[in-house]
Antibody, heavy 121, light 105 residues
């Protein structure tokens, strides 16, 4: 059974940093792209970042480019999102989602339950 | 970025009703279009991929169609457990983009 579990959310100050982690199991982790998708309170889903199965190619939404870094550890079945220079508008539930293929351009077939990030002064 | 426009933003329906949601892409995306269901307080769940393919385990009352820029999602006979918000999502280009959602009440 595929399981995806996010951690690392919490309260951060504007301009501060947080690192989110996503632990996955139940599938051959190194074969699939992984993504982060966020949802601000009462708002729609927003794709934040994705990384190819091998980890060599990260991709970012313009809203986080230069501030967030995605990286994965295929030996430990984990993907992380380092979030720097946080803004109030980064406040959201952050979901980790598995892609169907090795490229982030695919359907997201399994999702974690999300971790809440709150950015405040 | 490709903009995804969903309509309506919300709808009210009764058990047994046919529900239709549309999604329009700002440029041609072939069939690279998925539909997700999100129940209150829960993570999204993939229902339809590649515009018309039913994800394993998803009831057959859900269906999707379309290609190019115009897509349709249908619930043939609404059930109480279908109360949720539904999102379309394109994956023709990065960044992946989602529609604004349709709340089915």
């Amino acid at each position: 059974e595929v399981q995806i579990l996010e951690s690392g959310g919490g309260l951060a100050q504007i301009g501060g940093s947080l690192r989110l982690s996503c632990a996955a199991s139940g599938f051959v982790f190194r074969s699939y792209a992984m993504n982060w998708v966020r949802q601000a309170p009462g708002r729609e889903l927003e794709w934040v970042s994705g990384i190819t199965s091998g980890g060599g190619r990260p991709f970012y939404a313009d809203s986080v480019k230069g501030r967030f870094t995605i990286f994965r550890d295929n030996s430990n079945n984990m993907v992380n999102l380092q979030m720097n220079t946080l803004r109030a508008e980064d406040t959201a539930i952050y979901y980790c989602a598995k892609g169907r293929y090795g490229d982030p351009k695919s359907e997201l077939d399994h999702w974690g339950q999300g971790t809440l990030v709150t950015v405040s002064s | 970025d490709i903009q995804m426009t969903q309509s309506p933003s919300s709808l009210s329906a009764s058990v047994g009703d046919r529900v239709i949601i549309t999604c329009q892409a700002s440029q041609v995306i072939s069939i690279f279009l998925n539909w997700y269901q999100q129940k209150s307080g829960r993570a999204p769940k993939l229902l339809i991929y590649g515009a018309s393919n039913l994800e394993t385990g998803v009831p057959s009352r859900f269906s999707g169609s379309g290609s190019g820029t115009n897509f349709t999602f249908t619930i043939s006979s609404l059930q109480p457990e279908d109360i949720a918000t539904y999102y379309c999502q394109q994956y023709n280009n990065l960044p992946i983009t989602f529609g604004g959602g349709t709340k089915v009440e």
